[in-house]
């Protein structure tokens, strides 16, 4: 199986040699003209406030959240029925007690990903050693799913972030593993808030 860099930060294997560290990630802009007018914004230097739904009660054009509530266990994605949300979906699965995620802050977190379409994954930390990856949150080192959907998220918690394309890699996919226009599911784990 292909390992991602991790997968949220946008792969340029042109430049990247073969060094992992987060500092060789480059920027999470996806480049892409597609991305509608109103989320430009997601690729500014700071991490706007997170836009969207959140915490949204279930019902129709909800996505099914992770019910794994043991932060010790890999968190299971159910798979989704019905259209993909337009728009960021931001749903706590556990609430943690501990420091807030916010722009500047280094975060420490572990997370899987799958495919709204069909639930396959394409990417887990938690399948890797060590397997926790570290960012800077709002400085478009990830995607800007990621950077608007983790904002206020405390230390300690679970978080499942539903994504539209254009906040994730947008027309241009990452192939092989995800294609184009492909919106995406995480759960996030915030292990760790240092600085901000």
Do not use: H
């Not at 406030?49 to 890999?74: F, R």
């Not at 800077?136 to 080192?141: A, I, M, R």
């Amino acid at each position: 199986m292909r390992r991602f860099l991790p997968l949220i930060a946008v792969l340029a294997l042109a430049g990247c040699g073969s060094s992992t560290k987060p500092a060789d990630i480059p920027s999470g802009d996806t480049g892409t003209s597609s991305v509608p007018a109103d989320t430009t914004a997601q690729t500014q230097t700071t991490a706007p406030t997170p836009t969207g739904l959140v915490n949204p009660k279930p019902g129709p054009g909800v996505p099914k959240a992770s019910t794994t509530t043991d932060l010790a266990k890999k968190p299971v994605i159910p798979k989704q029925t019905g259209k993909a949300p337009s728009q960021l979906v931001i749903q706590d699965i556990v609430k943690g007690r501990g420091a807030a995620a916010k722009s500047g802050g280094l975060l420490t977190v572990r997370y899987v990903g799958v495919l709204y379409k069909n639930g396959k994954q394409f990417d887990a930390s938690w399948d890797r050693n060590p397997n926790s990856f570290q960012f800077p949150l709002g400085q478009g080192q990830v995607i800007p799913g990621w950077d608007q959907g983790i904002v206020g998220m405390r230390a300690g918690g679970r978080r499942q972030l539903t994504i539209p394309s254009a906040l994730a890699y947008g027309a241009q996919g990452s192939p092989p593993a995800i294609g184009p226009n492909e919106p995406l599911i995480f759960v996030v784990d915030l292990k760790k808030v240092s600085g901000s």
